[in-house]
C-alpha cells in the first residue's frame, strides 16, 4: 500500500487512545499499523493531515503532537460536521486512515536563542502545542517562554491536564483566560479577551517571536496589540485554516489569492499575510 | 511531407482503432445534442456541432474511484485502484478550444505532488485535434491566445480541406506513432486548399494588462456590478475545460466502500465555508471574483497559464446571462 503512487492513499493506523478535552473537543493518539510506516514517518511542528474515517471521508487537521515524540501521533478535533462526528464515534481500537504530513512548517531552528510567545484561542491550540512541546523539549535552546490560551469558557479550555503541568514546571509562563461571563467560581486564570489578556501581560518584545492561532477575529485583534508590543511583522507568526480536501495543491480549495495554504501554508509571517488579498 | 487523410478514411481510421480495442471518444450525437461520447464505429463520428460538455472529463471524469476500503476479519484494508487498467483512448475530433485543455491541466496536475489518475490517462490518449470551422458569437478562443486553428494540445492536427478532405500535421510523436501505425489511410500531399475559419467578432485581448488590472482591483464596484446576479450553480465550471475544483467523499459503509474524486465549483456557497462557519468568499461576487482571478492571473503566476480557452460554453450555459467575454472586455478597456 506504501509502495503506490497514489496521492490519494492514506495510512492505515489504530486509535491507541481518546482524551475529551471539552464535551465536543477529542484527541486522538494514532499509532500506524505498518511497521514501516510508524518508523519512518517525520513531520515538522505546524503541518497537517487528511484523517479519514471510512465511510466518510477525510478531514484536515494540523498534527497536535510534537515531532520530538516518536512512535505515535495525536490530533485533536472539535466535532463541527460528517467526517468530525463520525471521527468521534470511533473507539479505542478503530482504524483510521492517514496522509501527510502536508505543508509547510514553523521554522523552529530559526528561533534558538530566542524567547517566544505562544497566543491561541479556543480549539487553535492544538498547532500551537505541537511547537509548544517541541521547543519545551528542547527547552535549553530558548530564552523566555511565555503561553497566552483562551477559551469562551473554562470548559472550552483544551488540554487541561497539560495546562496545569505547564503552569507548574516553572520554566514557563502560562497566562490562562476565559471571556467574561465564562469563568467558574474556582477558575485560577483572567477573565478577559486574548488580545487584552495579551497586553496586560505585556511580554518583552525584544529577541522575541511570537506565534499566533485562533479564530479570524482573535488573529485580527491579536496583530495590533503585537504591533504596540514592538513586534515586528517578520517576528510574528501565524498559521491559515482555509478549508482543504486535497491537501496537497490540485483540488483548487483552500487558495487564498494565488497562494495554496495547503502548499505555501499554513504557516505564514505576519508580513506574508499582510501581503495576501484580503480574503482569509 | 504534408500528408492528407479523407473523410472516409477518417472514419475507417475509427473502426480501425475500435478494433484495436483503443477506446476512441469523440463528438457524436446523443439524443438532441452532440457530446464527447465513446465511438463505437466511424460512422458515429459528426463534426457539425461543437460538444456541448467539453472533452475534459476523458482525463478527469466527473466522478472516479481513487481507493476501495474493505475491512475483512475485522481488519481494514484499503486498496488502490490499479491503474495499469486505464484504457488507451483516442480523442478524435476536439476543436482547439478542447485539445487546448489538457496542456493547460498538465500543469497542476503534475507540480510537486503528481495526479497519477488524471497523468496516468493522459500518457494513453492520443489528442487527434481539428480546426474549428463551427463556431458562434460566444466563442473567443482568440481573444485567450489560441485559435480556430491552433494546434496546442493535439498530438495530431487535423484542417478541413475544401474538397472535404483532411489535412494532418504530426504536432507530437504521438501523433507521428498513430500515422505510421496507419499509413495506408494517410496520403502524400499538400490537397486542396482550406476550409475558412469562423471569423470571430472577438479582438484579441491584451492578457497582460487585464492581468494586471486584476492584480490592482481585488477590491473593485465592477465585481459587485457583474458578479451579484450570479446564482451559484456551477454551471459555468461543469462545462468548461479548464476547471478542474474537486471534492472527496467515501460512498459505502463503514465496512465497505470506495473513496471519490468528484468535480466541485468554487462558485458553490460552501465552497470555503470553514467548520466554525466564518466563510472567507461569503457572498457570491466575490466567489465569482474567485473564478476570474483564477483563469486570469493566479493560474498564470503559478503556471504562467491562461485557466480558459475561450470556447464559450460558460456564456452559452449560464442562466442568468453572465459572459464572460464581455467582462474581459471591459476590463480590457481599463486602464488605471
Ligand atoms: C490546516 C488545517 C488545520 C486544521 N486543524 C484543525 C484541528 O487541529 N482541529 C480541528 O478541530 N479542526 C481543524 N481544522 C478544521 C477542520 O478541518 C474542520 O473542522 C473539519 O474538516 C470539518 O469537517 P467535517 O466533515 O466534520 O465538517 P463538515 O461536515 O464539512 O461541516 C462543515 C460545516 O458545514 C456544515 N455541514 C455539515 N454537513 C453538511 C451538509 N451535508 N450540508 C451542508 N452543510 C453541512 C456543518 O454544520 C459545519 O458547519 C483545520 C483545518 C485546516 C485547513
Ligand atoms: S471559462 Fe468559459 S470560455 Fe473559458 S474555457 Fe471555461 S467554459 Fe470556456
Ligand atoms: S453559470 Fe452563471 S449563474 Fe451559474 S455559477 Fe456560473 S456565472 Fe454563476
Ligand atoms: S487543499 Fe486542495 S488545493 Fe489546497
Known amino acids: 500500500m506504501c509502495k503506490s503512487d497514489n496521492i490519494y492513499l492514506p495510512n492505515l493506523a489504530t486509535i491507541e487512545a481518546i482524551v475529551d478535552e471539552t464535551p465536543d473537543v477529542r484527541t486522538l493518539r494514532l499509532v500506524f499499523q505498518d511497521e514501516q510506516v510508524r518508523e519512518n514517518f517525520s513531520f515538522r511542528a505546524g503541518q497537517f493531515a487528511e484523517y479519514s474515517s471510512f465511510g466518510f471521508g477525510e478531514s484536515t487537521f494540523c498534527i497536535a503532537s510534537a515531532p520530538t515524540r516518536k512512535g505515535y501521533i495525536e490530533c485533536c478535533f472539535r466535532s463541527v460536521g460528517r467526517v468530525t462526528e463520525s471521527l468521534r464515534r470511533l473507539e479505542v481500537g478503530d482504524t483510521v486512515g492517514v496522509r501527510g504530513p502536508y505543508g509547510n512548517s514553523f521554522p523552529i531552528e530559526e528561533f534558538y536563542g530566542k524567547s517566544l510567545v505562544f497566543i491561541a484561542g479556543g480549539i487553535a491550540l492544538p498547532p500551537l502545542r505541537t511547537v509548544i512541546w517541541n521547543c519545551l523539549d528542547l527547552r535549553d535552546k530558548f530564552k523566555d517562554i511565555t503561553i497566552v490560551y483562551g477559551a469562551r469558557s473554562e470548559a472550552d479550555l483544551v488540554y487541561k491536564h497539560e495546562l ?8 514557563v509562563r502560562l497566562v490562562k483566560c476565559v471571556d467574561p461571563g465564562g469563568a467558574g467560581p474556582d477558575f485560577d486564570g483572567k477573565v478577559g479577551f486574548v488580545p487584552t489578556v495579551l497586553e496586560e501581560a505585556a511580554p518583552s518584545a525584544e529577541n ?35 478549508r482543504m480536501k486535497c491537501g496537497v495543491g490540485k483540488c483548487g480549495r483552500c487558495n487564498v489569492g494565488n497562494v495554496y495554504v495547503c502548499k505555501d501554508g499554513p504557516v505564514f509571517t505576519a508580513r506574508q499575510v499582510k501581503a495576501m488579498s484580503q480574503e482569509f | 511531407m504534408p500528408q492528407i487523410i ?10 480501425l482503432l475500435v478494433k484495436e480495442a483503443k477506446l476512441v471518444v469523440g463528438p457524436k450525437l446523443s439524443g438532441s445534442v452532440v457530446l464527447y461520447e465513446p465511438l463505437t464505429a466511424g460512422s458515429d463520428l459528426t463534426l457539425d456541432a461543437l460538444p456541448r460538455r467539453s472533452s475534459k472529463e476523458l482525463f478527469f471524469p466527473i466522478c472516479e474511484d481513487i481507493l476501495s476500503y474493505k475491512r475483512e476479519n475485522g481488519a481494514m484494508k484499503v486498496n488502490d485502484v490499479d491503474r495499469s487498467k486505464f484504457p488507451e483512448t483516442v480523442l478524435i475530433g476536439a476543436p482547439p478550444c478542447d485539445a487546448g485543455s489538457p496542456a493547460i491541466l498538465d500543469a497542476v496536475m503534475s507540480w510537486d505532488y503528481k495526479d497519477e489518475f488524471y497523468l496516468e490517462r493522459r500518457r494513453k490518449s492520443t489528442i487527434v485535434g481539428i480546426a474549428c470551422t463551427k463556431g458562434d458569437d460566444a466563442c473567443f478562443c482568440r481573444a485567450v491566445g489560441l485559435a480556430p486553428d491552433a494546434e496546442a494540445g493535439s498530438d495530431l492536427f487535423l484542417t478541413p480541406l475544401k474538397d472535404g478532405s483532411y489535412a494532418c500535421k504530426a504536432v507530437t510523436e504521438k501523433g507521428q506513432a498513430l500515422v505510421a501505425a496507419h499509413k495506408n489511410l494517410f496520403a502524400e500531399g499538400a490537397g486542396a486548399e482550406p476550409v475558412a475559419f469562423v471569423d470571430q467578432a472577438v479582438e484579441k485581448l491584451d492578457l497582460v494588462k487585464i492581468k494586471k488590472w486584476l492584480e490592482d482591483h481585488f477590491e473593485d464596484p465592477l465585481w459587485e456590478k457583474i458578479a451579484d446576479i450570479c446564482v451559484g450553480c456551477g454551471a459555468c465550471a461543469f462545462i468548461c475545460p479548464a476547471c478542474h475544483c474537486f471534492d472527496i467523499n467515501d ?28 466563510n472567507p468568499r461569503d457572498v457570491q461576487n466575490k466567489r465569482y471574483r474567485n473564478r476570474i482571478m483564477h483563469k486570469f492571473k493566479y493560474y498564470d503566476d503559478k503556471f504562467g497559464k491562461t485557466l480558459c480557452t475561450g470556447c464559450g460554453r460558460c456564456i452559452r450555459a449560464c442562466p442568468v446571462g453572465i459572459d464572460i467575454a464581455e467582462i474581459l472586455e471591459t476590463i480590457n478597456t481599463k486602464h488605471d
Not at chain 1, 496545569?164 to 520554566?171: L, N, S, T
Not at chain 1, 506565534?211 to 477575529?217: D, S
Open chain 2, 6 to 15: 479523407t473523410e472516409q478514411n477518417l472514419r475507417n481510421l475509427i473502426d
Open chain 1, 208 to 242: 522575541t517571536i511570537a506565534l499566533v492561532c485562533g479564530p479570524p477575529i482573535m488573529i485580527k485583534f491579536t496583530l495590533p496589540v503585537l504591533e504596540r508590543l514592538g513586534f515586528t511583522d517578520d517576528n510574528i507568526y501565524t498559521t491559515l485554516e482555509n
Open chain 1, 164 to 171: 496545569k503541568e505547564w503552569q507548574e514546571r516553572g520554566d
Open chain 2, 251 to 278: 460512498e459505502g459503509s463503514t465496512d465497505d466502500g470506495v473513496r471519490r474524486k468528484h468535480w466541485d465549483a468554487c462558485g458553490f456557497a460552501k465552497f470555503t465555508n470553514h467548520a466554525s462557519g466564518h
